[in-house]
């Protein structure tokens, strides 16, 4: 198993959503194989707000995607960027709430810790960031 560590990222974007990007580092001793698949859509992401779970609504992503990989040195990062962008939408729920690659978290907008779970091939990593409005 390696030691690979996670790191989300989110870029703000023009239209005031953030762009939901990965940097994962080779904190170990060894290189480190990793595969994924591009788009890079494979994460889970849950949202927490004054210590309460937030609803992230997400699409499913339906279009085509081919394998990647790469063998991180030792100490080497890389970005995996995804297709993903995210907003905060406290309105209803719509039947058709937009493009499956943005993706909403269902509350006004407020200081949010934000959870994900990568999968990269077979290794699954946490990682956690800070969204502040």
């Known amino acids: 198993m390696s ?3 996670c790191d989300l990222v989110l870029d703000p974007q023009p239209d005031g959503d953030r762009r939901v990007s990965f940097r994962i580092h080779n904190a170990g001793s060894v290189p480190a194989d990793v595969t994924w698949f591009e788009p ?7 949202a927490e707000i004054d210590g309460r779970p937030a609803r992230v609504i997400d699409g ?6 081919r394998p990647a990989q790469d063998v991180l040195a030792v100490s080497e990062e ?3 960027v995804t ?3 995210l907003a905060f939408d ?4 719509l039947p ?3 493009p499956p690659s943005r993706w909403r978290i269902a509350h ?4 949010t810790i934000l959870r994900a779970t990568v999968s990269l091939g077979p290794e699954r990593l946490s990682c956690e960031a800070e969204l502040r409005p």
């Open 60 to 65: 499913p992503y339906d279009g085509g995607v």
């Open 96 to 98: 058709n709430p937009g």
């Open 3 to 5: 030691e690979l560590v």
């Open 108 to 111: 006004e907008p407020a200081d």
């Open 78 to 80: 890389r970005l995996i």
């Open 83 to 85: 297709p993903i962008t």
């Open 40 to 46: 890079f859509v494979t994460f889970g992401l849950e």
């Open 90 to 93: 406290s309105g209803p729920a």
